[in-house]
Each structure stands twice: as C-alpha cells, then as structure tokens.
C-alpha cells in the first residue's frame, strides 16, 4: 500500500515505481547489532528550522518516514531543550505499525529516553505523563530531579558532572534497547558526533531557502570529520529528498 505522496527511489537502482510501506520499512529496517540512528531535516541552505520550529521543514512524505522509523526502533532519544521546545507528546503509534511490532517480537510502544544534564524537565508534560512505556532520562551523578519526575520516569545516571553518552548508550544495549534513534537536537547531535557514537543519518532535504538566522542541524564543540558513505537516496513529488547515509 502507498500512502499519500508517492516517494521513489533515485539511487541505487532508481525506480519509477512508488515505494510502499513494506518496501520503505525495508530500507531501514533493523540492524542485526547496536545502532544508533540520527533522523533530521534540514533545508537547502542548511536550516535546522523556520520560524523557530522544524515542523516548518517537515511535510506528509517526511512524517510518513518519520513515523516508520519510530515504528522500527528500541528507543526514541531526543535532548531535553528538543523535547520542551518542540513540545514533544507521548510516543504512540497506530495499531498497524504497533502490530508490526508485535509480530518482530517487540513491545508495542518504543521508550523515549531523554537526555538531560540539567534535569530542567516537567513531570506534567504529556511526553511523560500521558506515556504508553515509562520513559528514561539519561542523565549523571550530580543531577537533582525536580519534584515529581522520578514517579513517571526513570533516572539512568552516567558520568559526574557531564553526561557519559558512551556510558549511556552502552547501559541501554544492556537493557535491551540496541536500535536507538535520536531526533536531535543539534547540540546532542553534535556530541554523539564527537563522541563517534553515530551509526547512521536519516537526512530529509526540504525544497525551502530559509535565509540567515536559524541554526544548523549540529550545534558544540568541534570534532574530527566522520564519513559516512550514502546508501540510499529517496525522493518525494514534492521535490523533498531523503538520504540515508551509514556506517560500512
């Protein structure tokens, strides 16, 4: 079945014909070992948002990948500043994509862990209170929670003073969580980075010039160049491209 706007292939093996959800599923489906997988959108000159929010970058064949590549992961990680600011809401999913899930022995919601070192987090925000699976806040040993959030989410400490997301990343494979998908934000992006813990970009390219102002879609601290070869390239009617690019 295809959903709403076509999407085809560009490359490899460019195709005219429209790319269902099986087939879609099946460019990114699971990893047989641990991955950490980046999904962003950007504009052609590099913006991470318009008028402040990616939502203005981000159309029906973005979401509907967005939406499969939720569908296929352990873990949802987004950064605390992401979560508030994008006011992130419960992680559920339709049942045909929860019955996907089942039938690949998985649970029938992914956990969102959400990275924070300042614990600056509302106990009362949907993403917390309204979740299907009680969600995880990575942060370290010298964080305070605010009243509240331990009793809807659990705290995973890693590292004094800073974060370990090596440290973290590796407690969540221990805990069965190995397909990871981070949805940014940049300055999370921009450490995984640095910290060489990202396996696979999930790039979505709008048609849009969004002119000076917003942001990139890395923010922090400078780091080495990583390569990360392309695998595949997707593109909707729309004129949006879709990259995949990952580790060998």
Request: hydrophobic share 40%; with cysteine; aromatic share 4%.
């Amino acid at each position: 079945m295809t959903v709403g706007m076509p999407i085809r292939r560009l490359w490899p093996e460019p195709s005219t014909q429209p790319l269902d959800d099986a087939a879609l599923t099946a460019l990114y489906d699971r990893a047989d070992e641990p991955r950490l997988r980046v999904n962003l959108v950007t504009s052609l000159d590099g913006a991470v948002s318009v008028d402040g929010y990616s939502a203005g970058l981000s159309g029906e064949p973005d979401k509907r990948v967005f939406g499969l590549l939720r569908m296929v992961c352990d873990a949802l990680v987004v950064a605390a500043g992401t979560l508030r600011h994008e006011a992130y809401r419960a992680v559920r999913l339709n049942e045909r994509r929860r019955a996907w899930r089942r039938d690949h022995g998985l649970t029938d919601y992914p956990t969102l862990v959400v990275v924070s070192a300042a614990l600056d987090l509302d106990p009362a925000q949907a993403a917390f209170a309204d979740a299907p699976t009680r969600p995880i806040v990575l942060t370290h040993a010298d964080a305070e929670p605010p009243p509240g959030l331990t009793d809807v989410a659990d705290l995973l400490r890693c590292g004094t003073g800073r974060v370990d997301l090596a440290g973290g990343l590796a407690e969540l494979h221990r805990r069965g969580l190995t397909q990871l998908l981070c949805e940014g934000g940049p300055h999370l992006f921009g450490a995984l980075t640095a910290a060489d813990l990202v396996d696979e970009l999930c790039l979505t390219v709008a048609p849009l010039l969004a002119g000076p102002g917003p942001g990139r879609i890395t923010a922090g601290d400078t780091a080495p160049p990583r390569h990360l070869p392309l695998r595949h390239l997707l593109a909707a009617e729309d004129g949006v491209l879709m990259l995949r690019h990952a580790r060998p």
